[in-house]
């Protein structure tokens, strides 16, 4: 499931949150994400940089990442979490209208949630 800010996770959950941000007057985007599970103590994370793409594609990306963490690790109850708006409507948007870099990402995140 992924979710805006601020929501709660189940017992039993993990939650991932993800964020990206652009670093100084560079092409550089950085991202990172955290895995809490649902008394909120940290249990995994990752965070790295990416090259020449905009903050919606770092968000995207950060998402993406912290989603195939969670897989990897087994998790089955997930949470994801971001602050980025426009990201949580392309996720949650039942039709892609383009292709691209972005769309790429957004299929990649819709089929980590929909398994």
């Not at 039993?12 to 990172?32: H, P, R, T, Y």
């Not at 912290?66 to 392309?90: P, Q, R, W």
Request: charged share 20%.
């Amino acid at each position: 499931m992924a979710t805006r800010e601020g929501t709660r996770s189940a017992p039993n959950s993990i939650k991932v949150n993800c964020d990206a941000s652009k670093m100084g007057n560079e092409d550089l985007i950085g991202f990172g994400c955290v895995i809490r599970d649902s008394n909120g103590v940290w249990q995994h994370g990752c965070a790295g940089i990416i090259h020449h793409h905009s903050v919606l594609q770092g968000e995207l990306f950060a998402i993406w990442k912290g989603l195939m963490l969670a897989s990897e690790l087994d998790y089955k109850d997930v949470l994801c979490e971001t602050n980025c708006h426009e990201a949580f409507i392309l996720i949650n948007d039942s039709v892609l209208s383009s292709f691209n870099e972005t769309s790429c990402l957004i299929r990649r995140i819709k089929d980590l949630l929909q398994r």
